[in-house]
């Protein structure tokens, strides 16, 4: 990273150039020599959403009355406001194939990234998925994704629809120019996580992510109702990114791309070292 231009204000004391700050950022987010430390990054988050949001209801399986109904739907909203708060600034957090495309079509994040973000989304809930099931004993089924016993696919699939457009819509609210509130954007993209949970687990589960729902559903060897979970958190998110437009105009800014692609900052100058 190139060193921060400066000049001398009439007080005497440096006025920093923020622009060469943004342009420097810009040119770190899109060296590629980065990209491995992103996605180390999105797939220790997303293990970690994983192994909250499936493990939770396979230990209260394994406890009875251990965990609470209501903690077990709270623990990944939180769990997402902890990971945004310590790895947001690498890759994003995006912990979700829907919202690395949301990104993209908001033209926040290179599409050519995309690939690689959900392959290690995946990836990484399916290795939460088996991490639990040796921790606990208990099938993958326990803490995957489903229909409720007396709610249809269609209907499942509606929800999850409805509860992404809801996140994505979040997400990207809080990542706009006009909008940008910082860390404090996990507080309220955590906190509509849990709120939908709360509501809305007993109908779908509230998944709002394809990859959460993977790594669990194939472990247990149930992905006969996996479409629902595909289709709908796809339709909401594609609808979150079209109501954006309507609201706010064009992504791309300065804030949005620094949101949706974190800012390494490399320029780490080690003692005796130039």
């Not at 309507?246 to 992504?251: D, I, P």
């Amino acid at each position: 990273m190139a060193d921060t231009a400066s000049t001398i204000g009439p007080d005497g004391n440096p006025v920093i150039d923020h622009f060469r700050d943004v342009m420097d950022d810009v040119d770190d987010f899109a060296n590629p020599k980065q990209e491995w430390r992103r996605l180390v990054s999105e797939a220790i988050g997303t293990f970690f959403l994983v192994l909250v949001a499936a493990g939770a209801p396979m230990v209260a399986a394994q406890y009875p009355g251990s965990i609470p109904t209501a903690a077990m739907v709270v623990a990944p909203g939180l769990m997402v406001m902890a990971i945004i708060m310590f790895m947001g600034k690498v890759s994003g957090a995006h912990l979700n194939p829907g919202v690395s495309i949301a990104f993209a079509l908001r033209g926040d994040f290179p599409w050519r990234r995309v690939p690689g973000y959900i392959v290690v989304q995946f990836a990484a809930a399916t290795l939460a998925a088996l991490v639990v099931v040796a921790l606990t004993g208990q099938s993958a089924m326990i803490g995957g994704s489903y229909p409720g016993s007396t709610t249809s696919p269609l209907i499942a699939c509606v929800t999850e629809a409805i509860l992404t457009f809801g996140l994505v819509s979040v997400i990207l609210g809080t990542a706009s120019g006009a909008q940008n509130i910082g860390i404090i954007a996990a507080i309220g993209v955590g906190g509509y996580i849990a709120l939908a949970g709360l509501w809305a687990a007993p109908l779908s589960g509230a998944s709002m992510n394809s990859a959460r729902t993977f790594g669990p559903n194939l472990v247990g060897g149930d992905l006969s109702t996996y479409w629902v979970y595909v289709v709908g958190p796809l339709a909401g998110a594609v609808l979150a990114v079209g109501v954006a437009y309507l609201l706010r105009g064009r992504g791309g800014g300065v804030s949005g791309s620094r949101a949706a692609q974190g800012v390494l900052d490399t320029d780490v100058r080690r003692p005796g070292k130039p």
